[in-house]
Nanobody
Framework: QEELVESGGGSVQAGGSLKLSCAAS????????MGWYRQAAGQERELVSL???????TYTDPMKGRFTISQDKAKNTLNLQMSSLKTEDTAMYLC???????????WGQGTQVTVSS
């Protein structure tokens, strides 16, 4: 059973930075598209960023220029470096993976990010 485990969330003031990490198996890191979603209280889950198996990345417009997604294949982790954080970035951030070989989606439990003014 594949598992995604997030870490790195916390509380920060507006303008600050946080780095989220998602620990995954080597199989997921190497063969699956991965990304970050977020869900604020009372709102729908939205895509933050994704990185495909070919290394290409996508960012939702509000995150462009502020967030950077990356993988550390030596540590089997997916990272999200967030800077210039805004209060509207407050949400639960969830790690996601889609493996085309198994046609399965995987989700982590999430890590809370709270940005205060």
């Amino acid at each position: 059973q594949e598992e995604l485990v997030e870490s790195g969330g916390g509380s920060v003031q507006a303008g600050g930075s946080l780095k989220l990490s998602c620990a995954a198996s080597e199989y997921i890191i190497r063969y699956c598209d991965m990304g970050w979603y977020r869900q604020a209280a009372g709102q729908e889950r939205e895509l933050v960023s994704l990185i495909r198996t070919d290394g290409t990345t996508t960012y939702t417009d509000p995150m462009k220029g502020r967030f950077t997604i990356s993988q550390d294949k030596a540590k089997n982790t997916l990272n999200l470096q967030m800077s210039s954080l805004k209060t509207e970035d407050t949400a639960m951030y969830l790690c996601w993976a889609y493996c085309s070989g198994t046609l399965r989606n995987y989700w982590g439990q999430g890590t809370q990010v709270t940005v205060s003014s």
